[in-house]
Nanobody, 123 residues
Framework: QVQLVESGGGLVQAGDSLRLSCVNS????????MGWFRQAPGKDREFVAG????????YYADSVKGRFTISINNNRNAGYLQMDSLKPEDTAVYYC????????????????RGRGTQVTVSS
């Protein structure tokens, strides 16, 4: 059973940093790719970043490129989203998700998803 749990969200000021974590109940991820998505109030869910560890590749949305970094630990049982230089427009619920395939910007391509963690950035 894959159960993803996000943590690390909170209320910060513009310019601050946060690191989100995504764990699978302590177990190694059996999937190949992790993606982070976010959904702001009244907006559609959007792709933020993805990592395919078999290929060592990462991909970022233009809105976060250069500010966010996605990674996974060596044991492949936790993934992270380091968020620097946060902006008010980064305010959203952030979700992690995993898939056996490669990085996709489509949330529905990921077969296991967490419940999300709230990130609020004040100006």
């Amino acid at each position: 059973q894959v159960q993803l749990v996000e943590s690390g969200g909170g209320l910060v000021q513009a310019g601050d940093s946060l690191r989100l974590s995504c764990v699978n109940s302590g177990r190694t991820f059996s999937r190949n790719t992790m993606g982070w998505f976010r959904q702001a109030p009244g907006k559609d869910r959007e792709f933020v970043a993805g990592i395919t560890w078999s290929a060592g590749s990462t991909y970022y949305a233009d809105s976060v490129k250069g500010r966010f970094t996605i990674s996974i630990n060596n044991n492949r049982n936790a993934g992270y989203l380091q968020m620097d230089s946060l902006k008010p427009e980064d305010t959203a619920v952030y979700y992690c998700a995993v898939t056996a395939g490669f990085i996709s910007p489509e949330y529905t391509e990921y077969d296991y998803r967490g419940r999300g963690t709230q990130v609020t950035v004040s100006s």
